[in-house]
């Protein structure tokens, strides 16, 4: 009876053992975007798709903190980056020297994901080495001045091309209790956004121009566009609180009708459309005069392209599978962004299509080709010095607390680096 | 007891273990910190020597500099003030056995403590807030014309976010002065008592003077909290309006971690250092048990 106990028990082991380690999934650590539903519908998206072509792998994870890349810093410097992760371009420079980033020439061919990539976008995933260090999935970008159509036609209000014009929409807007434009001036990269775009209306090369050396921040065009905004900030265009202002603050005075106007990546279409519906439109920025307003229209700020996307961690465990994953992941972050967030301007193509775009999207699909020139946002630029001090820049304009030349004097400090 | 004190291998087995940590997780640190403070360092890569570079930088050419060391400043002063002077006057309260509700108020004013810094500098972002905050929209509602933009104003916000720290850690303090006092022999009192002293004077004779040590050791944590202010800050204004709100400890988490600047940000916090230790040998010394200004002149004084 004993030796049959033992058997059995030897065997029923035996057999938990097996089955734990058929069941036994492979983790893998991702830091990613997830905090709107831009972020979170592509993600949950991905991971649905993961489980059904990668049954063994799981995805832990940890979400992206707003903080312009301060934190995968620390886990670079701590030596403990996650298997995956989400760059920008500042920081690829300093993880592909400290060998934190893999290398994924081979894995971008062999999953065919680099010939799936539009012929635009390959040019900013090949780094200035000849090698690619992240997949990417978000194609160009652009910074857009959206309009509530339907407070402007309330309070009899001409949608501003001029300064001025705006000036005097925010007199009427501040009157009726309504905010004229909600900013969310407490992340640095919609400060910089918000001086870029008046910086166009001067300089097309706008913020891009520091960062590639084209321009200098000495050059007349940036303080001007420095005084515009702080013009525009004591004219109360901006609400009180703007530099403690975050995203879901802002965007709920704009989408619930308590701000006229908003700044924001076209991303944002979807939930703008889908809570304003036709009454929400996009403008050309508004500028210092018409002649410029005219000349400057078709110049954007964002687009610019940036080695941005997923990396790996060459020191995972699983660094080849983790690789593959990210490469599997961006392609599905694309697909959802076609299919189910109304945004075709992706890096991958993925054979999909979607003739349900809302109008503001279509409107800027047919602007794309007419477009004379664009910019970067902050996570775009390689200068980190820039891509942090512009922000802290823009702030300050923001403010209206700040002259334009103490500003100006204080980057040129800092860019002297 | 003498037989252990004389026993020098029993007190280098006892003390080993705490001496070791202490260089470690303190000590090795510092000097790492000092160390860094003349390279170019990305926190990643290679570091480059770059001598007294970074030092030069900050201490004679940036601008920030100046407006951290102020707002250091004067989140010490804000949180010193307010915080010694109002939780000495509570203790002294709830240690006065004629106060009802005396173990319910010594929980009050402890609360803020146990809160996550996080909620409450929520809490008050939200009553702050200059758009529909609670304390504008009071006011508003009152008819009272005094809207302020508590944290949005590049010259007080700085006043605003100390006040927050301050509230918040009043507790602390609270707590350990509720301590002193009761370290102190009622004789002391029935003394004073019985010369015929006011209870307000008894407290201004015996009470604050015997509170020295303590007194020493709030205004160390409270002085130093001030001049290495951060969390507060990065909640609520993030160094802003621009960069009005920086204190030291600003300058080197913005340049490490948002510019990969880690040895100019390690200066900051060598810089930051020198400045806490200044102050606590300062404040060592004038804390110092011999005759000195603050406190002997109550001595041999009579009561009455």
Same mark, same amino acid.
């Given at each position: 009876m004993k030796k049959f106990l033992c058997i059995l028990l030897a065997a029923m082991m035996v057999i938990g053992c097996a089955s734990a380690m058929a069941e036994e999934k492979i983790k893998l650590q991702i830091y990613a975007q997830y905090a709107d539903d831009d972020t979170k519908v592509p993600y949950d998206y991905a991971v649905e798709k993961l489980a059904e072509a990668y049954p063994n792998v799981e995805l832990e994870l940890i979400p992206q903190a707003q903080d312009d890349g301060a934190t995968l810093l620390a886990l670079a410097t701590a030596g403990k980056l996650p298997d995956i992760y989400q760059t920008g371009s500042g920081i690829v420079t300093t993880l592909r020297n400290s060998k934190q $980033? $893999?290398? /994924?020439n081979d894995v971008a061919e062999k999953t065919g994901f680099l010939e799936k990539v539009y012929e635009t976008e390959k040019q900013y995933m090949i780094a200035d080495d000849g090698n690619m260090y992240a997949f990417p999935y978000a194609g160009q970008e652009y910074v857009l001045w959206f309009v509530n159509n339907a407070l402007f036609e309330q309070y009899n209000v001409e949608i501003p091309t001029t300064y001025d014009e705006l000036i005097a929409a925010a007199e009427v807007f501040n009157a009726n209790g309504i905010v004229p434009m909600a900013l969310f001036g407490q992340e640095g990269w919609i400060s910089a956004a918000m001086y870029d775009a008046i910086a166009t209306r001067y300089i097309?090369?706008? /913020?891009k121009g520091l960062d590639n050396g084209a321009t200098s921040i000495e050059d007349e065009a940036y303080l001007k566009a420095a005084e515009d905004l702080v013009k525009l900030a004591k004219a109360g265009v901006f609400q009180a609180a703007v530099t403690t202002t975050n995203y879901d603050q802002a965007s709920e005075m704009f989408l619930g009708g308590k701000a006229a106007m908003f700044l924001n990546g076209q991303w944002y279409i979807e939930d703008a459309t889908k809570a304003l519906g036709d009454d929400v439109t996009w403008i050309a920025y508004p500028s210092y005069d018409e002649a410029s307003y005219e000349a400057g229209k078709h110049a954007f700020s964002g687009g610019g392209g940036s080695i941005s996307g997923y990396a790996v961690n060459p020191d995972s465990p699983n660094a080849e599978l983790a690789a593959e994953v990210a490469a599997f992941i961006s392609e599905k972050y694309c697909e959802a962004k076609v299919t189910l967030r109304n945004n075709p301007l992706v890096a991958v193509n993925t054979g999909l299509t979607n003739d349900q775009l809302p109008k503001m999207m279509q409107d800027l699909v047919a602007e794309m080709p007419n477009m004379t020139s664009t910019t970067a946002f902050t996570w775009g630029l390689t200068n980190t010095t820039l891509a942090n001090a512009i922000g802290v820049a823009g702030q300050s304009l923001l403010s209206g607390q700040y002259e334009a030349q103490e500003v100006i004097d204080q980057l040129t400090f800092e860019l002297g680096w | 007891m003498k037989k252990y004190l004389s026993n020098r291998k029993a007190i280098i087995v006892f003390c080993l273990p705490a001496i070791i940590l202490f260089c470690v997780f303190i000590f090795v640190p510092i000097l790492q910190v000092f160390y860094y403070s003349f390279f170019d360092w990305d926190g990643v890569n290679q570091a480059t020597f770059v001598g007294l570079a970074n030092y030069k930088r900050l201490l004679l050419k940036d601008p920030v500099f100046k407006t951290a060391n102020l707002n250091g400043f004067k989140f010490g002063v804000v949180i010193t003030v307010y915080q010694l002077v109002l939780a000495t006057i509570f203790a002294i309260a709830v240690s006065d056995k004629r106060i009802r509700f005396r173990k319910f108020f010594r929980t009050a004013y402890f609360i803020p403590v146990v809160l996550s810094v996080t909620v409450v500098c929520q809490l008050w972002g939200n009553v702050l807030?200059?758009?529909?905050?609670l304390l504008n929209t009071l006011m508003s509602r009152l008819g009272i014309n005094w809207s302020q933009n508590w944290l949005n104003d590049r010259n007080t916000a700085i006043y605003t976010v100390a006040f927050v720290n301050a509230w918040q850690w009043m507790g602390y303090q609270f707590a350990l002065i509720v301590a002193g006092i009761k370290s102190i022999g009622e004789d002391f009192y029935e003394a004073a008592e019985i010369d015929g002293a006011t209870s307000l004077k008894a407290h201004w004779y015996i009470t604050l003077p015997l509170l020295k040590d303590t007194f020493n050791f709030c205004l160390l944590i409270s002085v130093t909290g001030g001049i290495k202010a951060f969390s507060e800050i990065d909640i609520m204004t993030g160094g802003g309006p621009g960069n009005a709100t920086y204190t030291l400890t600003y300058i080197m988490y913005n340049y490490a971690?948002?510019?990969?600047k880690f040895g100019y940000g390690l200066t900051s916090s060598a810089v930051l250092v020198i400045e806490c230790l200044v102050i606590i040998l300062a404040l060592n010394w004038l804390f110092k048990d011999r005759e000195n200004p603050l406190f002997s002149r109550r001595k041999g004084v009579e009561i009455v």
């Open positions: $980033m $893999m290398v /994924i097309t090369a706008g /913020i | 807030n200059a758009d529909n905050g971690f948002g510019r990969q």
